[in-house]
């Protein structure tokens, strides 16, 4: 059985090391931003189905502005689940910061608490590069 020195990389492309997180924050930035942009016309049309509502004189236009709200509320409802999928994601992606950081510090430890144990038989390149000192033998008593 051989043994040789093997030395730990932790290296990573530091100049896309967030890219993929302002990604996805801007990504969530956009999609709120798209999910609120309309907010005075459903106001508007909130409205207008209370007015309507109000102004209702037999049962069959009492029942087109009570459809009118269900599909106002089920649009509401889907644009409330689209937000909440917006904020699982961002948050889903400050976690992922989060574990990543915590990764490269527990393998930045591990580096550092790694004993390399050079075989003086088959010394690599990086291994007489550090230098080995020599022993100084038996002590003359």
Known sequence: ????????????????????????????????????????????TLNDILQNSREAEGNMEVMQSEIQMQGLMDSEITRRSRLLANHAQVQAAGDQ?????????????????????????NMTEQDNAVGVKESSGFKNF
């Open 1 to 44: 059985m051989g043994y040789s020195s093997k030395w730990l990389r932790t290296g990573y492309d530091s100049n896309d090391k967030y890219g993929w997180m302002a990604k996805i924050f801007a990504k969530g930035i956009e999609n709120a931003r798209k999910n609120q942009g309309d907010l005075d016309e459903r106001m508007g």
């Open 97 to 121: 910061l989060r574990l990543d950081k915590e990764r490269r510090a527990m393998l930045a430890e591990d580096w550092v608490m790694t004993f390399k144990i050079m075989d003086r038989n």
